[in-house]
C-alpha cells in the first residue's frame, strides 16, 4: 500500500492540484519525504506554481536540500526557466545564495540556460557581479563593478559567506 508522503509527492510531480490540496487538507505533511526520500516540493512539477503555492502554504520548506547535489527548489525553477514557480520560491523565504554541489548560485543556472527573464529577476532581487563574484551588492558596489563612484558611507555587500566586503 502507498504511503500518504508518496501519494502526495506522486500528486505534485504529477502536478495534480486537486490532489494536492485534498491530502494536504486531510493533513498529510508537506515535508514528509516519499519512499526516496525526496519532500513533495522537491519533486514537484516546476512549471505549476499552484501546487507550490499550495505546498508553501502548507508549511513545506523552501530551502530543502537535496543531499546529493545540495541543490533547492530555486536552482531547479531556475535551471528550468519556471519564473513564476522561482519568484514564489523567493516570497517565500527561499534563499537565492546557496550553491549546490558544483558550485551554482540559481542566478549562475539561469544565465547557463539562457534564462534572461530569470536572471533579470535575481539581479532586480539584489544579485549582481561584484568583484568577488555573485555577490548580494549595494547601489555603491554596483556602481562601482560599473566605474562609477560612490559614496564611502555606502553600506558594504555581503559576501557569500556572511562577512563584509572590504573595498578600496
Same mark, same amino acid.
Given at each position: 500500500?502507498?504511503?500518504?508522503? =508518496? %501519494? $502526495?509527492?506522486?500528486?505534485?510531480?504529477?502536478?495534480?492540484? #486537486?490532489?494536492? %490540496?485534498? $491530502?494536504?487538507? !486531510?493533513?498529510?505533511?508537506? +515535508? !514528509?519525504?516519499?519512499?526516496?526520500?525526496?519532500?513533495?516540493?522537491?519533486?514537484?512539477?516546476?512549471? +505549476?506554481? *499552484?501546487?507550490?503555492? $499550495?505546498?508553501? +502554504?502548507?508549511?513545506? =520548506?523552501?530551502?530543502?536540500?537535496?543531499?546529493?547535489?545540495?541543490?533547492?527548489?530555486? *536552482?531547479?525553477?531556475? #535551471?528550468?526557466?519556471?519564473? =513564476?514557480?522561482?519568484?514564489?520560491?523567493?516570497?517565500?523565504?527561499?534563499?537565492?545564495?546557496? %550553491?549546490?554541489?558544483?558550485? &551554482?548560485l540559481p542566478l549562475d543556472l539561469a544565465q547557463e540556460r539562457g534564462h534572461q527573464d530569470i536572471v &533579470?529577476?535575481? #539581479? /532586480? !532581487?539584489?544579485?549582481? $557581479?561584484?568583484?568577488?563574484?555573485?555577490?548580494?551588492?549595494?547601489?555603491?558596489?554596483?556602481?562601482?563593478?560599473?566605474? *562609477?563612484?560612490?559614496? /564611502?558611507?555606502?553600506? &558594504? !555587500?555581503?559576501?557569500? &559567506?556572511?562577512?563584509?566586503?572590504?573595498?578600496?
Open positions: 500500500m502507498e504511503s500518504a508522503a =508518496d %501519494r $502526495l509527492a506522486r500528486a505534485a510531480a504529477q502536478g495534480r492540484v #486537486r490532489d494536492v %490540496r485534498a $491530502l494536504l487538507e !486531510a493533513g498529510v505533511s508537506p +515535508n !514528509a519525504p516519499n519512499s526516496f526520500g525526496r519532500t513533495p516540493i522537491q519533486v514537484m512539477m516546476m512549471g +505549476n506554481v *499552484h501546487v507550490a503555492a $499550495l505546498l508553501l +502554504n502548507y508549511g513545506a =520548506d523552501s530551502n530543502c536540500e537535496d543531499p546529493t547535489t545540495f541543490s533547492r527548489p530555486v *536552482h531547479d525553477a531556475a #535551471r528550468e526557466g519556471f519564473l =513564476d514557480t522561482l519568484v514564489v520560491l523567493h516570497r517565500s523565504g527561499a534563499r537565492l545564495d546557496v %550553491r549546490d554541489a558544483w558550485g &551554482r &533579470r529577476y535575481l #539581479r /532586480s !532581487a539584489g544579485w549582481s $557581479l561584484c568583484s568577488a563574484g555573485w555577490s548580494l551588492c549595494t547601489a555603491g558596489n554596483v556602481a562601482q563593478t560599473d566605474g *562609477h563612484s560612490f559614496s /564611502s558611507s555606502t553600506p &558594504r !555587500a555581503l559576501e557569500l &559567506r556572511g562577512q563584509s566586503q572590504e573595498q578600496s
